[in-house]
């Protein structure tokens, strides 16, 4: 069984409490937006980080994190990226991968809403762990936290923390 921690749109604020939060998961997957290489670099000393770069990340950071990262953990195929959309409304570069790679999950970030949805058309799982950082007109900051064992994906949890410091 593997433990993740999923977050978005940073935009260059790292909450403390993240790593509270994650203490217990076995990686962390950052959906684009980080908005600095510290945060990248503090999140992965901390634990395996996988992450892609966002709409908003420059220079460095989309030198070394991808627009799209596709990988297996566990027996479940992921695609992450950052600008993603949801079920019936993919942003037309991600639903080009989705219909290439046919993931069991798929996770972005970018619209700072909180979304699990599942998409009986490509029979994945849709993640978007809303926006962890300060800048946008979200009013709570949300992470996502599950467990994937085998071929399941159970145990979301939804965490939320104040907009405010």
Same mark, same amino acid.
């Given at each position: ?50 992450? $892609?770069?966002?709409?908003?990340? =420059? *220079? ?5 994190? @991808? #627009? ?5 953990? &566990?027996?479940?195929? $992921?695609?992450?990226?950052?600008? =993603? *959309? ?5 942003? @037309? #570069? ?5 219909? &290439? ?65």
């Amino acid at each position: 069984m593997t433990r993740i921690g999923v977050l978005s749109d940073t935009h260059a604020y790292l909450d403390e409490r993240i790593f509270e939060h994650f203490k217990e998961c076995d990686e962390i997957w950052h959906a684009g937006d980080i908005g600095s290489l510290k945060v990248v670099q503090k999140l992965a000393a901390f634990k395996p980080l996988r992450a $892609v770069h966002g709409n908003v990340d =420059g *220079g460095s950071l989309r030198g070394n994190y @991808p #627009e799209f990262l596709s990988f297996e953990c &566990e027996q479940v195929s $992921v695609l992450l990226t950052h600008i =993603g *959309g949801y079920p019936g409304r993919y942003w @037309p #570069e991600a639903k080009r991968k989705i219909i &290439e790679l046919r993931p069991d999950l798929f996770v972005c970030g970018h619209s700072h809403i909180l979304k699990v949805q599942f998409d009986q058309t490509f029979n994945m799982l849709c993640v978007n762990p809303g926006a962890a950082g300060l800048e946008g007109f979200h009013q709570v900051r949300t992470l996502l936290r599950f467990e994937i064992d085998g071929k399941n994906i159970q145990n979301l949890e939804v965490i939320e923390m104040p907009k405010h410091h």
